[in-house]
């Protein structure tokens, strides 16, 4: 059974960058889609960028565009979601989820359906506050 395990959150001050990381275990992440997801406390989980099994194909939302890249590395078994130039709007905990195979990245309503996505992570806190 395959477990996602991330790490990278904590509490910032504006205009800081953090890396948050993804892996897995049971089983690789290879063969799977990944997604970014946050959520605030009393709001609604919402994509942030997701990223095909073979990596090749990425999506952002269009609040982190410019400011946040997802990449992945099979023979580490890692995706990462690097986030530059943080705004205290970014502030939330963020999952990340993986669905195996592309049916999740490639969906007709687009790559943030949480509902597709078989695995999640237990959350990690981004903070960000002066």
């Known amino acids: 059974q395959l477990q996602i395990v991330e790490s990278g959150g904590g509490s910032v001050q504006p205009g800081v960058s953090l890396t948050l990381s993804c892996s897995s275990t049971?089983?690789?992440?290879?063969?799977?889609?990944v997604a970014w997801f946050r959520q605030v406390l009393g709001k609604e989980r919402e994509g942030v960028s997701c990223?095909?099994?073979?990596?090749?194909?990425?999506e952002y939302v269009e609040a982190v565009k410019g400011r946040f890249t997802v990449s992945r590395d099979h023979a580490k078994n890692m995706v990462w979601l690097q986030m530059n130039s943080l705004r205290p709007e970014d502030t939330a905990v963020y999952f990340c989820?993986?669905?195996?195979?592309?049916?999740?990245?490639?969906?007709?309503?687009?790559?943030?359906?949480?509902?597709?996505?078989?695995?999640w992570g237990q959350g990690t806190q981004v903070t960000v506050s002066a």
């Open positions: 989820a993986a669905a195996e195979g592309d049916h999740a990245h490639y969906s007709h309503d687009g790559c943030y359906r949480a509902d597709l996505y078989n695995y």
């Open positions: 049971g089983r690789a992440l290879e063969y799977h889609a």
């Open positions: 990223i095909n099994a073979p990596g090749g194909s990425t």
